[in-house]
């Protein structure tokens, strides 16, 4: 599934629950509540960011293998489809999208086969593709910060590379940086 908000006002969608969901909880800090209007396009493996009044799903697998660019925005209290989806359909961003509904930044995932390093950003009405990728091709890596200072890192770089502890900052349109981290 995906995630936003914050520790007192969090929002988780999508998933797997035997197959792919559009089920929608919101968090309070202490309990967790089902709102019956979920995505409108079910999904797993997709990315979010945002709020929880705010909050953008993007990317994903539904209906078996079929992989999506879809991106829905939410208000608080319905998702709504947005027709222009993410230029690259993918899945397995997991969390590594960062941002708001209106500046956010999708980078990383798998358009299968493929293991990929595409960023794009969004606007709050469409993505536009970045001509600087991420220097490390990878997916189900974890992301952090805003559509102008984000940070990717670990995830699966594909076959003959496996795991990757590789950390990349992004500072707005310029091409990313990669950091190296030593793993003990």
């Known amino acids: 599934m995906a995630g936003a908000g914050t520790q007192t006002a969090a929002l988780a969608f999508g998933g797997n629950t035997g197959s792919p969901s559009g089920a929608t909880e919101e968090y309070n800090g202490s309990t967790w509540t089902s709102n019956p209007t979920g995505l409108n396009t079910a999904r797993q493996r997709l990315a979010g960011c945002g709020t929880q009044t705010a909050g953008l799903a993007f990317g994903g697998i539904f209906s078996g293998p079929t992989i999506t660019g879809a991106t829905e925005e939410y208000n608080g209290s319905t998702w709504t489809s947005n027709p222009?989806?993410?230029?690259?359909?993918?899945?397995?961003?997991?969390?590594?999208?960062?941002?708001?509904?209106?500046?956010?930044?999708a980078f990383g995932g798998s358009s299968s086969p493929t293991v990929g390093a595409a960023t794009e950003e969004y606007d709050g009405?469409?993505?536009?593709?970045?001509?600087?990728?991420?220097?490390?091709?990878?997916?189900?890596?974890?992301?952090?910060?805003?559509?102008?200072?984000?940070?990717?890192?670990g995830g699966n770089a594909g076959s003959?590379?496996?795991?990757?502890?590789?950390?990349?900052?992004?500072?707005?349109?310029?091409?990313?940086t990669t950091k190296t981290i030593t793993v003990s």
């Open 125 to 153: 009405s469409t993505w536009t593709s970045s001509p600087a990728s991420m220097n490390t091709a990878r997916n189900n890596l974890a992301g952090a910060g805003s559509q102008a200072a984000a940070l990717g890192f």
């Open 160 to 176: 003959g590379v496996g795991v990757t502890a590789a950390t990349e900052e992004w500072l707005g349109a310029g091409s990313p």
């Open 84 to 105: 222009t989806g993410l230029n690259t359909a993918r899945f397995e961003l997991n969390r590594s999208g960062s941002g708001i509904q209106t500046a956010a930044l």
